[in-house]
């Protein structure tokens, strides 16, 4: 069992920037893709944003593909969301989230193909 412990998040302003990370535990994190999942209120859980064992492949959502960056640092067994220019709509529960071992093609995309995810932390977007 992968256990991801997530920090960073809290409150910025319209047009912030924020970070966050998600570190794990065990030997398993470059064996593992990776993925950011928000849950706003009321909303179902959407995805944000994945990145591949090695790094080599990252995926975006539309709303922040010009905006976030995901990455990894394996050396540390730490994943990374860095969240600039932000908007109102982005205000949500922050997941991250590892598929363990995933085969050749996913879908990054579905929260399906993950196995284990983090605690969640509070992200709050105002004007």
């Known amino acids: 069992q992968v256990q991801l412990v997530q920090t960073g998040g809290g409150s910025v302003q319209v047009g912030g920037s924020l970070r966050l990370s998600c570190a794990t535990s065990g030997r398993t994190f470059g064996d593992s893709a990776m993925g950011w999942f928000r849950r706003s209120l009321g909303e179902e859980r959407e995805f944000v944003a994945a990145i591949s064992r090695n790094g080599d492949h990252t995926v975006y959502a539309e709303s922040g593909k010009e905006r976030f960056a995901i990455s990894r640092d394996n050396d540390k067994n730490t994943l990374y969301l860095q969240m600039n220019s932000q908007k109102p709509e982005e205000t949500g529960v922050y997941y991250c989230?590892?598929?363990?071992?995933?085969?050749?093609?996913?879908?990054?995309?579905?929260?399906?193909?993950?196995?284990?995810w983090g605690q969640g932390t509070q992200v709050t977007v105002s004007s």
């Open positions: 989230a590892a598929a363990l071992n995933p085969p050749g093609f996913i879908n990054y995309r579905s929260y399906r193909v993950y196995d284990n």
